[in-house]
């Protein structure tokens, strides 16, 4: 048996369903436009919002002062003390330290060893 399109077409068309619009029915159509105006306008009130935030910061950081001036001048610190030596505690440091001569080893004698990439007898 062969399909036969016009066939399929006449059994749809006994079906008494009603017909509906692609678009949908007036009063939805209405809806999603308002539903589209509505974010359209939200996003344009969104946007007028933030750029009103940033002129607004761009203007109070144009008019700031951009350092505050010290009001007490710096004076000189003193030295650092140590209150440990100044209460005895701790054992006085001569001013100038000993020198100490330190031996630097030597290395070890090379000549009786094989070198390092000669093979094992």
Same mark, same amino acid.
């Given at each position: 048996?062969?399909?036969?399109?016009?066939?399929?077409?006449?059994?749809?068309?006994? /079906?008494?369903?009603?017909?509906?619009?692609?678009? #949908?029915?007036?009063?939805?159509?209405?809806?999603?436009l308002q539903v #589209?105006?509505?974010?359209?306008?939200?996003?344009?009130?969104?946007? #007028?919002?933030?750029?009103?935030?940033?002129?607004?910061?761009?203007? =109070?950081?144009a008019i700031t *002062?951009? /350092?505050?001036?010290?009001?007490?001048?710096?004076?000189? =610190?003193?030295?650092?003390?140590?209150?440990?030596?100044?209460?005895?505690? *701790?054992?006085?440091?001569?001013?100038?330290?000993?020198? =100490?001569?330190?031996?630097?080893?030597?290395?070890?004698? =090379?000549? /009786?060893?094989?070198?390092?990439?000669a093979q094992l007898?």
């Amino acid at each position: 048996m062969a399909f036969d399109p016009h066939e399929m077409m006449r059994e749809h068309e006994a /079906d008494n369903a009603p017909y509906v619009p692609l678009g #949908g029915t007036r009063a939805e159509r209405v809806q999603r436009l308002q539903v #589209g105006l509505f974010g359209i306008v939200a996003m344009v009130l969104l946007i #007028g919002l933030a750029d009103i935030v940033i002129s607004r910061a761009q203007q =109070t950081e144009a008019i700031t *002062v951009p /350092d505050a001036a010290p009001t007490v001048e710096p004076t000189e =610190t003193a030295a650092p003390r140590d209150p440990l030596s100044d209460a005895g505690v *701790v054992p006085e440091l001569p001013a100038e330290p000993t020198p =100490t001569t330190s031996a630097s080893p030597s290395p070890p004698p =090379t000549e /009786d060893l094989p070198p390092s990439n000669a093979q094992l007898q």
